[in-house]
Every structure is written in structure tokens, then in C-alpha cells.
């Protein structure tokens, strides 16, 4: 998947828009981030620390725990150019449910 295809995964989520921070684009729903995209290689998708254990289980070469506090807390790198587009999906649609308000419901793959 390239960037921008990423990006349009991203921005085709209900209420998604694109902002930025310290010079690093980001994915919000209602104010709140659910992906930042760091650099061209990959993604922080905000997953909860039992999500990030399982992906890690079960992607150890797409995905890495962030350094420090932020990881413990969830935050994972995905590197999506290694991952299959269904992985990259689900992933970024439960960050986005991760950080949506329970009342928008979008349906698991």
C-alpha cells in the first residue's frame, strides 16, 4: 500500500479529517487521533495494549510497539509497505474505533 492509498483508507472513515503536529500529519475522528503517519516507511495506529500484544503476535515483521510510555499505552507502528492491504485495514479501522465515539458504529471486518 502505497502512502496515499493509506491515506485515503484513512480519510474514507466516517467523520476523518487530516490534521498536523510537530510537522506530522494525523488522522482524527472528533478531535481525537487515531493514526499519525511519521514517515514514508510507516504509520502509528492507536491501539489499545491488548490489541498491540496481539498484533505483535501475530505480525512481528509489520508491527512494532513505540518506544517508551506512548507504546505501553498502545501506540503501534505499522509498516504498511510489509503488510497485506486486509491487515492494514482492520488495523487502521480499530484505531478509529479505538478513538470514535460509541454511538458511530462501523461494522468489524
Not at 480519510?11 to 476523518?16: I, R, S, W, Y
Not at 510537522?23 to 491488548?50: N, Q, S, W
Not at 505480525?59 to 506512548?70: C, I, K, R, T
Amino acid at each position: 500500500m502505497t502512502d496515499e492509498e493509506l491515506v485515503c483508507l484513512a480519510l474514507g472513515l466516517p467523520e476523518t479529517v487530516e490534521g498536523s503536529h510537530f510537522d506530522t500529519r494525523d488522522f482524527l475522528v472528533r478531535g481525537k487521533i487515531f493514526m499519525t503517519l511519521r514517515g514514508p516507511d510507516f504509520c502509528v495506529l492507536k491501539l489499545t495494549p491488548d490489541q498491540q500484544q496481539m498484533a505483535l503476535a501475530t505480525m512481528p515483521e509489520q508491527v512494532a510497539a513505540v518506544q517508551g510510555s506512548w507504546g505501553l499505552k498502545g501506540w503501534t507502528r505499522l509498516f504498511y509497505r510489509r503488510a497485506h492491504d486486509k491487515e492494514i485495514k482492520a488495523l487502521v479501522c480499530r484505531a478509529w474505533r479505538n478513538v470514535a465515539p460509541k454511538s458511530m458504529v462501523l461494522p468489524e471486518d
